[in-house]
């Protein structure tokens, strides 16, 4: 059957990264803006799973930095929230 | 005027089905005849138009509320029926539940293990604010789990596989379920169940799918309309119901009199069809009913379904008042700002204006002069004063004096358009924000709307009978918004690719060129004739001062240009040689503006053009949009000014090729007639050479076609030779105004393969494009090879072939056009309520986040260049000045390509203009 491989090693997905609880507040504070407003992504997620495997536990409520490249800017950093799922 | 409310926020809302005592505690009145109004014309008691149920009738009185037309509501009857019968609305969830619930003991086929399962799962969910898409996928799936057993957990009854018949029909093994026992099962189901399939229970009983009393709207929804033969004609709600009752009456009488089963439940599926028809007069698998003439009625669910429905045409989108349509034409003597509007049209469009003591003069002149002021010249009347009271009084040329004079500040006074007015002008369909513009009025005479050509393409105007609509603004708060963000001069830079959308089109793109290419000059006569009407006061030094004064068109042109303005690019006309001569181009194609002074170079599409204007995207740029629009109103002028000037026309005869020249292209044609020949016989004979990856007959076709496509090119050579810069046709498709060398050489040598679907024509007969050639041939001539020219004329199979491959391009714009608006109308819905707020995130209403910066650069794109954020090649020409040579070079190597050069999206104007070519063919496009 099929390989494992780490899904966040593809080239077409972007880095995932934990948001260290440290730098929470100041990144939410930085945009001005409460947990709820961030966009989410689920737990079920390949790539939380895959983060979850590599960088210890990743649980609900936990915020994610996504940085990518991007065609206008060359580089685009977005942060997502981990909700159930 | 504006009347401000208290302002609610809605907190929930929550949908509930009516159980049969809500319906019979909200009605009026029980309604049991079927007829409505009595021999004297009165309505009947307990009938359809019973007074209870509201009033229509001007002057009546309601006979549950008491209040006049429109303060009434009207109110909900109801009616009892005799049986009950299903809700076509409620079939699926009425199916879901018989199938997922005991046939004995009613509850659901789930134990209690599982059931808590999903009941969990639900909570989790809410409590994450999951939307009710997820909670419905949890709903249809505990569903799907219970239908799946085949016995009761709870009681062990083995369970009966139920199919639902459409639309109505509920089975069990073949044998049928009455809505009666579907009822009595749905009765039995626990309200500790239900919340597990998704229903609340204190709101939702499932047996209230099943009906056993229906409701009937008030008379304001569906109103009688006496026609002006004295006959009243009824909406068709009324006429369904009227079968409903009637139907219900009989079988109530036949039931109660102990008519055979037979009968009665005929009777019973007759009300079922009546009442089925009337929530869905579309419902699959039974005939629609019918109105006496044969039109299908329009029940309830036709009256808010789809586009003529309820919600896409009085909710998302409203009549108006003071707007106009009429037909468009061009004016090339408008300001690109300006919108021509006709005198008729402006005497009905109205601008309030409040009066005060400043202009009540004004004010009272006006309204004296009343609706319809005539003389020579057009002058402001006015249509209605609004009093300070509120009340509205209609000016007639009778009362126009009486009204004048009791004018005072306070009052509104609503007069007629007048020159500088802002109005919003728009085409339909508006696929982009350019689509809607706010124009000054300019009123004239006769009856058309009239604007400057260089705003077509914004619009994707012609005037070949296009219509366009013209809203006259009536708050000071709207006209300043719309002119600081929607004038036409805000939007020569188009968001959509950094550059300009409006811009010089065809004759004027001619008349630039004819004005500024290579040495042309003008006499004094003439050079006043184009100056004056572009509002040019002085002339510069004669660049030939004997024997006469002479101005050559590059002068001219300069002086429209700003003083500053520097510049290098390439003219359209640019034949892209290998080594460029810059200033010295043999073609006169290197632009060089140097201090606002055209030095060499054409001006053509490339400098002016809509889509492709250098010189328009740098001046809006640079100078702001007022210099744009005074250099686009003037550049405009000029060009018309040097066309008329020298004249421009073309006619069949731009394509006259000398005989030589038409046999040397009749040689070309039978030498690759021949090489065709020769590759079929290589082919038959098996010595053709087979291409990697493609069989033997796929590589022949390649081959045919690279022969044939060469062909035509070489006839297309010949042709062109003979057609130089002379030719109106060749300036035409050189400068970029209309046209192309490609459909100069197929008027003039040959038109070339026709296709469809990328491949030569094979289709038609058995193993034959037409019966007049052999099975099986795959020369030219018999698989659509046109060897003739537009010119020359087609041969009857030729003409056959070519419309065949006119065809696939009709079907194929009839299919994008229809497939992108759904797609256009899908997006926008999906966009619609998303904005760029001040800390540049892009948020919906919700005031989530949806881009953490806008387009993640932060860009405007209408204020980009093409895209990018900065236009480099622009900043080092500023920087380096004259030193125009370096910046060539660097261009010239194309070390980063700045998104200056085209790029693909600009070509997309151009593809749509091939498509424009096609109404060549079938002649004329008529709206």
């Given at each position: 059957m099929t390989e494992e491989f780490n899904v966040l090693e593809h080239e077409l997905v972007p880095e995932h990264h934990i948001l260290p609880k440290k730098e929470v507040a100041k990144v939410l504070k930085e945009l001005n803006l409460g947990k709820d407003q961030l966009p989410k992504i689920r737990l079920s997620d390949p790539c939380i799973r895959a983060l979850d495997a590599i960088g210890g536990p990743v649980e609900e409520g936990m915020i994610i930095k996504i940085v990518r490249r991007s065609d206008t800017s060359g580089m685009s950093v977005c942060y997502r929230l981990v909700v159930r799922g | 005027m504006m009347v401000t409310g208290v302002t609610k926020r809605i907190s929930a809302i929550r949908f509930a089905m009516l159980s049969p005592e809500e319906i019979r505690k909200m009605s009026a009145t029980k309604v049991i005849t079927a007829d409505t109004y009595d021999d004297d014309g009165f309505p009947i008691d307990m009938g359809l138009m019973d007074p209870h149920l509201g009033v229509i009738e001007p002057g009546l009185r309601c006979k549950t509320c008491g209040k006049k037309v429109d303060e009434c509501p009207g109110h909900f009857g109801h009616i009892d029926l005799a049986m009950p019968v299903i809700h076509v609305g409620y079939v699926k969830e009425i199916k879901k539940l018989l199938q997922s619930t005991c046939r004995s003991c009613g509850r659901l086929l789930l134990t209690k293990d599982q059931a808590q399962e999903y009941v969990s799962q639900r909570d989790r969910m809410e409590e994450l604010t999951g939307d009710s898409f997820e909670s419905s996928h949890i709903s249809a799936e505990s569903a799907k789990d219970a239908s799946s057993r085949t016995m009761c957990p709870h009681c062990n009854a083995v369970q009966l596989k139920i199919t639902l018949d459409k639309p109505t029909t509920f089975r069990e093994e073949g044998h049928k379920l009455t809505p009666k026992e579907v009822r009595e099962r749905l009765e039995r189901v626990p309200d500790g169940d239900l919340i597990v399939l998704g229903i609340a229970p204190s709101v939702c009983r499932p047996e209230w799918m099943v009906l056993t009393a229906l409701p009937v709207p008030p008379v304001t929804v569906r109103p009688s309309i006496t026609l002006d033969s004295g006959d009243r004609s009824e909406d068709d709600v009324t006429h369904k119901l009227v079968d409903v009752l009637r139907i219900n009456q009989r079988l109530r009488e036949n039931r109660d009199a102990g008519a055979p089963q037979l009968i009665v439940e005929d009777l019973w599926e007759l009300l079922q069809y009546h009442v089925t028809t009337y929530f869905d007069n579309q419902t699959s698998g039974i005939p629609p009913a019918r109105h006496r003439s044969g039109r299908p009625l329009k029940t309830l669910v036709q009256r808010l379904k789809g586009k003529e429905g309820r919600f896409r045409s009085n909710l998302s989108g409203k009549r108006v008042n003071f707007s106009a349509r009429t037909v468009i034409s061009p004016d090339p003597m408008l300001s690109i700002n300006e919108v021509g509007v006709p005198i008729a049209a402006a005497r009905e469009l109205t601008v309030p204006i409040r009066v005060t003591e400043r202009n009540l003069a004004i004010a009272k002149e006006m309204c004296a002069r009343g609706p319809a002021p005539e003389g020579p010249v057009y002058k402001p009347g006015v249509n209605y004063v609004i009093r300070t009271d509120g009340r509205r009084i209609k000016i007639t040329d009778k009362n126009a004096e009486t009204v004048a004079e009791v004018v005072e500040p306070g009052y509104v006074v609503e007069r007629h358009l007048l020159d500088g007015d802002i109005v919003l002008f728009n085409r339909q369909p508006s696929l982009h924000r350019m689509s809607i513009m706010a124009h000054e009025v300019r009123v004239m005479p006769y009856k058309t709307f009239r604007f400057n050509l260089c705003v077509c393409p914004p619009y994707n105007a012609d005037f070949d009978g296009d219509e366009m609509n013209l809203h006259a603004l009536q708050s000071e708060e709207a006209r300043a918004e719309a002119k600081v963000l929607m004038r036409v001069q805000e939007h020569i830079l188009s968001p959509r690719f950094g550059g300009p959308v409006i811009g010089a089109i065809h004759d004027h793109i001619t008349g630039s060129f004819i004005l500024t290419h290579k040495n042309s000059s003008f006499t004094r006569e003439e050079t006043m004739k184009i100056l004056e009407k572009a509002g040019v006061a002085s002339l510069p030094k004669p660049a030939v001062k004997s024997p006469v004064e002479r101005w050559t068109g590059k002068q001219l042109f300069s002086m429209i240009l700003p003083t500053d303005l520097h510049m290098t690019f390439k003219s359209s006309?640019?034949?892209?040689?290998?080594?460029c001569m810059k200033e010295k181009c043999e073609n006169d194609a290197f632009v060089v503006i140097r201090n606002g002074q055209l030095i060499s170079g054409t001006i053509d599409e490339k400098a002016l053009g809509a889509f492709k204007g250098r010189v328009l995207d740098k001046l809006s740029r640079d100078y702001g949009s007022d210099a744009s629009r005074a250099f686009i109103d003037k550049a405009t002028k000029i060009a018309v000014g040097a066309i008329t000037i020298r004249g421009f026309t073309t006619g069949i005869d731009d394509e006259d090729i000398p005989n030589q020249a038409k046999r040397e292209i009749d040689d070309a044609m039978v030498q690759a007639r021949l090489k065709v020949e020769e590759h079929i016989k290589a082919y038959r004979n098996g010595e053709l050479e087979q291409m990697p990856g493609r069989s033997l007959e796929e590589t022949l076709e390649v081959e045919i076609m690279k022969v044939l496509g060469k062909a035509r090119d070489t006839a297309g050579q010949i042709a062109g030779r003979h057609l130089g810069l002379e030719n109106s046709a060749v300036i035409m498709a050189r400068c970029g105004a209309r046209g192309s060398m490609l459909n100069l050489s197929q008027m003039a040598g040959a038109i070339g393969q026709q296709a469809v679907r990328g491949e030569r024509l094979s289709r038609g007969y058995w193993n034959r494009t037409l019966p007049h050639f052999k099975q099986g041939d795959l020369g030219s001539q018999a698989r659509g090879f046109i060897k003739n020219s537009y010119k020359s004329g087609l041969t009857p199979t030729e003409y056959f072939f070519h419309s065949m491959g006119g065809r696939e391009g009709l079907v194929d714009t009839a299919v994008r056009t229809s497939r992108s608006g759904y797609m256009q109308r899908r997006l926008i819905n999906a966009l619609e309520d998303l904005k760029v707020m001040q800390d540049g995130t892009v948020r919906n209403t919700a005031d989530t986040i949806i881009q953490f910066l806008y387009g993640e650069d932060n860009i405007d794109p209408a204020r980009s260049v093409q895209g990018d954020p900065v236009d480099v090649d622009d900043v080092l020409l500023t920087v380096l000045g004259d030193k125009g040579e370096l910046i060539a070079q660097i261009q010239e190597k194309g070390v980063v390509s700045y998104g200056i050069q085209d790029r693909d999206m600009l070509e997309t104007p151009e593809e749509s203009e091939a498509g424009d070519d096609s109404d060549f063919d079938i002649g004329g496009e008529g709206e």
């Open positions: - | 006309i640019c034949q892209k040689c290998n080594e």
